[in-house]
């Protein structure tokens, strides 16, 4: 009678909100392939049949799955520069992607729409706004979306390849031939020399130097 009861209540608190998160924890510790139905209803401790009072089928859960991780974003708050709000959305899409390792490849493969939720949109609005806040056109601003948007998806998964690493024990001990790869051979005491971050900032930097720069040229024809 008490498992019963258990049961009971169980199925009596489950919510769409608490699926999705069940369905989230299960990919960040275990991996995206992991996401099933009955992996999800095994980690909130009801049976598969469940979950479908509250999701329509596995294509609905990774949609909610895709509004939870964008709605998690933390919009920059307070004033400052337009410098400084455009960095500090830059870190926090970083952050974000970072805590949810296989974001980018359930971005890829969900077939659903697009996240469409008030609270899932307002990152794309917020960077949206920067750039055209900074003067580039509406087909400019679409591009430089995609490609800061392309600049951090791209530097997080160098992180989780271990990029930096794989140079430094590539090139560590290896005899390069001076005359022949010149370059190579100037450089190669500095693969070890820069932090995730400060790589991190690096291209920040250069992509927000040459949108200003963009904007600039394109103000004096």
């Given at each position: 009678?008490?498992?019963?009861?258990?049961?009971?209540?169980?199925?009596?608190?489950?919510?769409?909100?608490?699926?999705?998160?069940?369905?989230?924890?299960?990919?960040?510790?275990?991996?995206?392939?992991a996401v099933s139905m009955r992996r999800v209803a095994?980690?909130?401790?009801?049976?598969?049949?469940?979950?479908?009072?509250?999701?329509?089928?596995?294509?609905?859960?990774?949609?909610?799955?895709?509004?939870?991780?964008?709605?998690?974003?933390?919009?920059?708050?307070?004033?400052g520069d337009w410098l400084d709000r455009a960095k500090?959305?830059?870190?926090?899409?970083?952050?974000?992607?970072?805590?949810?390792?296989?974001?980018?490849?359930?971005?890829?493969?969900?077939?659903?729409?697009?996240?469409?939720?008030?609270?899932?949109?307002?990152?794309?609005?917020?960077?949206?706004?920067?750039?055209?806040?900074?003067?580039?056109?509406?087909?400019?601003?679409?591009?430089?979306?995609?490609?800061f948007g392309g600049y951090i998806q791209g530097f997080?998964?160098?992180?989780?390849?271990?990029?930096?690493?794989?140079?430094?024990?590539?090139?560590?001990?290896?005899?390069?031939?001076?005359?022949?790869?010149?370059?190579?051979?100037?450089?190669?005491?500095?693969?070890?020399?820069?932090?995730?971050?400060?790589?991190?900032?690096?291209?920040?930097?250069?992509?927000?130097?040459?949108?200003?720069?963009?904007?600039?040229?394109?103000?004096?024809?």
């Amino acid at each position: 009678m008490e498992a019963s009861t258990t049961t009971t209540k169980e199925r009596e608190h489950l919510t769409r909100e608490r699926v999705i998160d069940a369905a989230l924890a299960v990919m960040d510790s275990e991996g995206l392939d992991a996401v099933s139905m009955r992996r999800v209803a095994r980690e909130v401790g009801v049976e598969a049949m469940s979950l479908y009072n509250h999701v329509r089928d596995k294509d609905d859960l990774l949609q909610g799955v895709c509004e939870r991780i964008m709605s998690s974003y933390e919009l920059p708050t307070g004033g400052g520069d337009w410098l400084d709000r455009a960095k500090a959305g830059a870190r926090e899409w970083r952050r974000l992607l970072q805590a949810h390792p296989d974001v980018m490849r359930l971005f890829a493969e969900t077939h659903g729409p697009a996240p469409s939720s008030p609270d899932s949109l307002r990152p794309t609005e917020y960077a949206l706004r920067l750039f055209k806040e900074a003067g580039l056109s509406d087909r400019d601003t679409v591009q430089a979306f995609h490609a800061f948007g392309g600049y951090i998806q791209g530097f997080v998964m160098m992180e989780a390849g271990s990029i930096k690493e794989r140079h430094e024990e590539h090139f560590r001990g290896a005899e390069i031939p001076e005359e022949e790869f010149p370059a190579l051979a100037a450089v190669s005491r500095h693969w070890a020399d820069c932090g995730a971050d400060q790589q991190f900032e690096f291209g920040l930097d250069l992509l927000i130097r040459g949108l200003l720069a963009k904007v600039a040229a394109d103000s004096a024809e």
